[in-house]
C-alpha cells in the first residue's frame, strides 16, 4: 500500500487523535541547492493535510546548520489542524540516515508508520517513469493540484520560518 494510505488506516486506529509527529531524515549529500523542505520534505505536510484536515496555523523554524546560505538543511515545524489536531514536523539532512517515519498520539499507545528512503526512492522513481505514458496519454495533469498544495504548505513553512512568526 502507499504511505497515504497506510497513514489513513493507522489514523483509523488511533481513537481520539491528538497528536501527529512526522519525521524525515535526509542523508546530508542528497541535497545540493534547493534546501531540505523543497527538496524532499514538500510531500510531508500536503499528505498531512490530506490524512488529517486542512492546515490551520503554522510556527516554523528552519537553520542551515552544515553549510552558509538561504537554504535550510533542518527544518521543524509545529502544525495546528482545524480540526484541533497538534503536530510536528521535523526534516533534516545532518547525517546519513535516510528514513521517514509517522508517529500517531491517540489513545493508549502510539501508532507508527516508516520506511527506508532509499529503498522507496528507487521504488518511487520506477512507478514515476512507468506512470508517464499512461498520464501523457490521458492529456491530463494527474496530481496538479496535490503538487501545487504541497508547494503552497512548503512555501508557508519556509516564509514562517523567514519571519519567525506564525502564520495562520
Known sequence: TGIDTQLTQRAGQSPDLSYVRATIRIPC???????VLHGWGMWCPALLQQVFGPIDTVRAHSRSHRRRGLFEDHVLAHLTF????????????????????VELRGGDAPNQCG????????????????????TAATGGMMGESTLREALFLSHWMRQCARLEKSLT
Do not use: C, K
Request: glycine residues 14%.
Open 29 to 35: 549529500d542528497w541535497v545540493q541547492t534547493e534546501g
Open 82 to 101: 482545524t480540526n484541533g489536531i497538534e503536530g510536528h514536523f521535523e526534516i533534516d539532512a545532518l547525517g546519513n540516515e535516510a528514513r521517514w517515519e
Open 115 to 134: 520506511g527506508d528512503m532509499r529503498r522507496e526512492r528507487s521504488e518511487g522513481l520506477a512507478a514515476l517513469y512507468a506512470s508517464l505514458g499512461p
